[in-house]
Structure formats: structure tokens, C-alpha cells
DNA sequence: TCACTGTTGTTAGAAGTTCTAACACAAGTT
DNA sequence: AACTTGTGTTAGAACTTCTAACAACAGTGA
């Protein structure tokens, strides 16, 4: 037996550190989550967690990777429990779902998708893990009707994408539809998550609802007929 | 005279270590920005800079404030360069403008948009400078035709939001039209400079100009006929 | 010209941080 | 029982922000 106990204390050890880690993240933000003070907070000295993270980076590296797979197992649940429903209100489930995990928890939000480290690159199982919240959004898209369009360059890229990872079945179209879907609900929640709502006095809840309906309703209509593509 | 000449000197102090903080941004990142380092940068010791900044924070302040203004001054002389032509080029105008700032200096761009630092409240001035770049983008759409909707929360959000900054003439529709194009734009512009497009091989300036031409054109019709709409 | 005031710089130092090195001890294996 | 491995310790280097005390300077007024 190669350790069973010891592998399970580390793992237990490590979790801790990683739980406090998350509450100097919420309290004080991404620059606050402190090695010495998490080892204190555990009742240990600063150098003890060197044996358990290689160091500061090596620490945020797992709560960007935790991160991402419980973004990506919370949109896939509410994919599932809604596999019954029609697409328009799969799409909503997906919304939903989304939002809600990055507001109950915004600095894990940020720290996904707000300002990275410069000079990292995600390895390749984050990336993938990344890319499961994209799978789960694309899965609730309707696939049928969807016209082979002409062979645009931004086309070929969504294809070489999708193919990489095994979903080349799924049509440009549908893939480009993902894609934009996915940066318009970001881009609310972006803005939200980092407070640029706040002093506007707009509830994001409502702006974010309204860019859900204009997803799936298409835009001309749904909220005034002020058009971009008027006389001129 | 009260001190003209110190008061210059002063200022170019304090703007040089500006523009030094700027490279080590955009080197390190905006935990890279170090007083010490930009004094030593500077031929001083590091305590001789809390005589022009109060502290890291404030001098961090600063470059939020002048990165608005930049940013501002950009979209707006954009706006007016393109004062002549229709309401669709004058918003390609505003979209190239926003997204050429973004991605030369994307660093800055997550100054603004990126993580916030904790319980940090922008001050007003700085919030108003920011709204400058919503009025320029509210300035090239038409107003015309825009019905008066029903009375929703958002749009009373919207039209309290506006008058509290003189812009009580704008019609909610206008208002909604405004603030939805600058979050899908700022949607791909955030994934695109934090680095989410790099490895799906995807370029983000073809999924940009999609996104425009969308806002402008309407949704339905303009790529693929995968509508979210569908039966179901 | 001399003295005064305010600004700008210095060094010293406190209280943090990350992280390495060297050492002590306990736990698991042979 | 001896050996190896894992986990914790203290010491310390090299940083960081930021304050305090002091020195030197510029500009003003008598």
C-alpha cells in the first residue's frame, strides 16, 4: 500500500488551503490570498505550505483550475435537468445558471476571466475544462436548418476549433451562434461582476434577462424599434 | 507667483513616473507596478515618491483616471471624425475606435474592466469620465422612431441613469440600444485581451466585426439561419 | 545679505511578503 | 532496528509598502 493515509491527509491539507485561500479571495481580493497568511490561518508556519504548493502561483493555478471545473459542472447539471425542455428555455437554464454561479461568487469569476497573469498559459487540461462550459452552451443549441454558409475565414477557424476537441459534427453556424451567445452573457457579466452597474443604478439582473430574450428571439423587435440600420 | 516652476516640475514628476508604472503594467501586470522599482527607474530612492503619490493605491488611481480620459478623448474624436457619414459607419467608427484602444494596450483595458481592487469605489469624476464614452457611443445612434416603450424597470433605470447626467433626452430605447451594444462589444473585447480567444485559434477581430455588423444589421439573417427561436 | 518657510530628497527602520536552506522529527517500509 | 520519505520547524535573503527623522535645497520677505 503506497501511502493511502498520508495521500489523504495531503489531499485534506491542501483543500484547506485552498478553502481559506477562496475566503482571502472574496475578502481581499486576488492580491490579498497571502501563503503566510493561509499557513497561519491553519495553524502552521509560512514554509510548512511550500510543501504542499510549489508557491503563490502554483496555488492560484489550482483555484483557476477548481474553478473552472465547478463552473463547468454547475452549467452542465442545469443543461441536464433541463433536457426535456424546448431549446429557448434550455438556453434560459443555461443563462440562468451561469449567472448565477459568477454573481453568488464574483471574485471566482474574475479570477477567470478578469485580468490574468501576463506571461501565463492555461495548460491544456484547463483549456479543456474551459471548454466544457462552451460544450454545454453549444449543446442546447438547435442544430437542425442550419445553412452550410460560404467558407468565411472566422468559419474555418470555429470548425478547426470544434474538430480539435471532437465536436466536428457541429455546424459553423451553430458553433459561431455558441461563441457569440457566450460573449454577449459575459459581457453583462462582466461589467457586473466588476461593478461598472453599480453607480449606473441599472440592475444587471434585468439587462442581462433582456440580452437572454434578444438571444433567443433575435434582436429586431424584441424592446423598441430603434434600429442601427435606419436611413442612412 | 506662487511656485509656477516647482508646480511644473511637480507635474513632470509625477508624469514620468506615470509612464514608467505604464511599462511595468504592460511588463508585469498591475501587481508588477512597484513604487520601489519606478524610483529606482527614476535615479531616486523609493520613500522620495511618496512625496508625489500617497501611496500605491493612489498612484494606481491616477492611471485608472488618466486611462479613462484617454480612452474617452479616443472614441470621441472618432465620433466626430466621422460626424459626416451614416449612423452605421459612425458606429463602425465607434467599435474600431473602442476596440483598436483595447487591444494596443490591453493592459490598460483591464486596468478599467479587468478585476477591481476591493471595496475600491471609483470617484465621481472618474465615474463621469467613463460615461463620456457611453455618450460618444449614444451620439451616433438615431434617435428617430423610437417608440416609447411600456414602462419597464429597466427602462426607468435607463432614463434616471441618463438624466442624472443631462441626457434626459434620450429615449429609453436609444438608452437600451446604447448600453447593449457597448456590453457585447466589451464581451469579445474582454475574452479577446485577457487572452480567452488564443488557444481556440479563433481571431477575435473577425468575431468583433461580426458582433458590429449584428448590432447594426439585427441578428436575424446575417450569419447562418441557426435561429435560437426554433419550434420547441 | 540674512533668515525663514516649504519642498524635495536622503537614510533608518518597522512590518509585511515570497521563497530557499538547513535541520528535527515522525511515520511508513524493508 | 535501520532506512527512507514526508512534514514541520527556524533562519535568513531579497523583496515590498510606508513612516519617521533629518539634510539640503529653492523661493520669499526683511
Not at 493555478?61 to 477548481?66: E, I
Not at 462550459?133 to 443549441?141: D, H, I, P, Q
Not at 442550419?146 to 451553430?174: C, F, I, K
Amino acid at each position: 500500500m503506497v501511502n493511502v493515509r498520508r495521500e489523504r491527509y495531503r489531499e485534506e491539507t491542501k483543500t484547506e488551503a485552498k478553502r481559506i485561500a477562496l475566503e482571502q479571495l472574496a475578502e481581499l481580493g486576488i492580491a490579498g490570498i497571502s501563503v503566510n497568511a493561509i499557513a497561519k490561518r491553519m495553524g502552521v508556519t509560512g514554509p510548512a505550505l511550500y510543501r504542499y504548493f510549489k508557491g503563490r502561483d502554483d496555488l492560484l493555478n489550482d483555484l483557476v483550475r477548481d474553478a473552472w471545473h465547478d463552473l463547468a459542472d454547475t452549467v452542465e447539471a442545469s443543461v441536464e435537468a433541463s433536457s426535456g425542455a424546448s431549446p429557448p428555455d434550455r438556453v434560459r437554464a443555461f443563462a440562468e445558471a451561469f449567472r448565477s454561479w459568477a454573481v453568488t461568487q464574483p471574485h471566482r469569476y474574475l479570477l477567470l476571466f478578469g485580468t490574468p497573469l501576463p506571461g501565463y498559459h492555461a495548460p491544456q487540461d484547463t483549456i479543456l475544462t474551459a471548454h466544457r462550459t462552451m460544450s454545454a452552451l453549444l449543446g442546447v443549441l438547435p442544430h437542425e436548418g442550419s445553412a452550410t454558409t460560404g467558407p468565411s475565414t472566422l468559419d474555418a477557424q470555429l470548425v478547426g476549433w470544434a474538430g480539435a476537441r471532437g465536436e466536428g459534427d457541429v455546424p459553423p453556424a451553430v458553433l459561431l451562434t455558441g461563441v457569440r451567445a457566450f460573449t454577449r452573457l459575459h459581457g453583462v457579466l462582466s461589467l457586473e461582476v466588476s461593478g461598472q452597474f453599480g453607480p449606473m443604478g441599472i440592475d444587471p439582473a434585468l439587462l442581462y434577462r433582456a440580452e437572454v430574450e434578444s438571444l433567443i428571439l433575435g434582436d429586431s423587435g424584441v424592446r423598441g424599434s430603434t434600429r442601427l440600420s435606419g436611413p442612412g
